[in-house]
């Protein structure tokens, strides 16, 4: 059975204040007497969000079979029993749109089960048969990669990983043959909720036991929806449990997402899951808890961090793949499994299992920083105006020490000139060395100015 445990680049560690937050939500379940974590989330659009919860009760994991959904934004939620027999738990949850939606179940920790609804969570159908009734069958998660195609994966049995592919919504299934995929190694395991998938590239990371309660990892990929798998060499170590996300199919990230083994380091790939090497982010002594890609910016993620003091969160932001950190929000109580970001605009992060801070919704300010990212050309301040330290975005594509920043206030007096070190194409600025007003920023590369912007300072 598996158990849900909870609880050398250049850093340029900087906040940005102001609207930039996330704000809780309250969800409503039912039975306050128990603890519900949203854990799975599965984003349609700003509007339409499907959660899967876990459900403890007396520190235990107990059944719960209720898609919960809202239809605008978060201000209202609706539950809808899904018939699952037995004792369901959770596993994933993935919305196809507003009306359609798949959740997949365990009996107790094994087995597995895939349901469905096409009307919104009205009326729900049972959409796997034989599937996952093996001897040490466990389904992980389902991917849809339209209404009709998508693959279900699940642990290892009859020696291979058990995968499935559905190119009619789920109405048949054929399971991928052992020859189409990597030979398994003993202990080996899927994640429950652990993958990624863009265009027609799915990842998720496998676990193999070392028999000592951790896990080193492999990363099995497929290009073609499914039907074909490679598998990475054999990466990481003493992982109590591990969750994986990419930006783009080139960049993503594998860490360890069990808190009683939180790490400061994480692994990284840039040529698509091929290869992973080990990275890290010097801030404080905080640990790495939790992580989301941002859809539509390469190299973006939401980074969760943690001291383990108290368990509450730093969320941090970096738009060019874990060089340059944004403080978006902080001392959030939530739990890091349940951090899901569609794109610059729209982000959930599960709560602390109260009903009252049950699910936080994201209301910042990075479709600024996602537009800034986009350009190759301008300088851009971030905020601007600025009360304390702010993020620049360079222009252009420069070798580290080629550019200078020079700062003038409007008399034309130089405040600063500073040369940038940073080869990541972003670099800061602080508010707090200058007084209130209206400045002058210049980018100079050479005796030549290539980029001029106005920056405020207000405190």
Request: glycine letters at 10%; one cysteine or more.
């Amino acid at each position: 059975m598996k158990i849900k445990f909870y609880f050398s680049a250049i850093l340029i560690f900087i906040s940005i204040k102001g609207n930039c937050q996330f704000v809780p939500m309250p969800l409503n379940y039912q039975d306050t007497s128990n603890y519900y974590w949203p854990d799975w989330i599965s984003i349609v659009d700003a509007s339409h969000v499907w959660l899967g919860t876990l459900s403890y009760g007396s520190g235990v994991q107990i059944p719960y079979s209720i898609a919960v959904r809202t239809t605008d934004g978060g201000d209202t939620w609706q539950f809808d029993s899904i018939p699952v027999p037995g004792q369901p738990m959770m596993s994933s949850v993935f919305a196809v749109d507003a009306n359609i939606c798949f959740y997949v179940f365990t009996d107790n920790g094994s087995g597995g089960s895939i349901w469905k609804t096409t009307d919104a969570g009205t009326s729900w159908s049972k959409k796997t048969t034989t599937q996952f009734s093996e001897p040490g069958a466990y389904a992980d998660f389902y991917y849809g990669f339209d209404a009709n195609e998508g693959v279900a994966v699940g642990d290892p049995t009859l020696g291979y990983f058990e995968i499935l592919k559905t190119t009619n919504g789920g109405d048949t299934w054929s399971r991928i043959e052992s020859g189409s995929m990597p030979s398994i190694i003993p202990g080996e395991m899927g994640g429950t909720n652990a993958y990624r998938a863009i265009g027609d590239n799915i990842w998720f990371p496998t676990m193999i036991s070392d028999g000592a309660g951790t896990y080193s990892c492999r990363c099995f990929k497929s290009s073609d929806r499914g039907a074909h798998w490679t598998a990475s060499p054999i990466f990481a170590d003493n992982i109590g449990w591990a969750n994986m996300d990419f930006s783009s199919l080139q960049k993503g990230v594998l860490w360890d997402a069990s808190s009683p083994t939180l790490k400061k380091y994480f692994y990284v790939t840039s040529d698509g899951g091929n290869t992973w090497s080990q990275d890290s982010i010097a801030i404080n002594n905080e640990l790495i808890a939790g992580m989301s890609s941002v859809g539509g910016i390469d190299g973006g993620f939401i980074v969760l961090t943690t001291d383990t003091t108290d368990y509450l969160y730093t969320a941090l932001f970096t738009p060019d793949f874990f060089s340059t950190f944004v403080v978006i929000d902080s001392n959030l109580s939530a739990d890091a499994w349940g951090l899901r970001f569609k794109d610059s605009e729209t982000g959930w992060l599960s709560g602390n299992g109260l009903d009252t801070n049950g699910i936080l919704k994201f209301t910042g300010l990075l479709t600024s920083v996602s537009e800034a990212a986009k350009s190759s050309e301008k300088i851009v301040i971030l905020p601007n105006p600025s009360s304390s330290e702010a993020l620049v975005k360079l222009p252009g594509k420069n070798e580290p020490g080629d550019l200078r920043l020079r700062v003038y206030d409007i008399k034309g007096l130089l405040h600063n000139d500073i040369t940038v070190e940073s080869a990541t194409g972003w670099t800061k600025l602080d508010a707090s060395e200058y007084r209130d007003g209206t400045y002058v920023v210049q980018v100079v590369s050479g005796d030549q100015v290539i980029a001029v912007t106005k920056w405020v300072v207000k405190h």
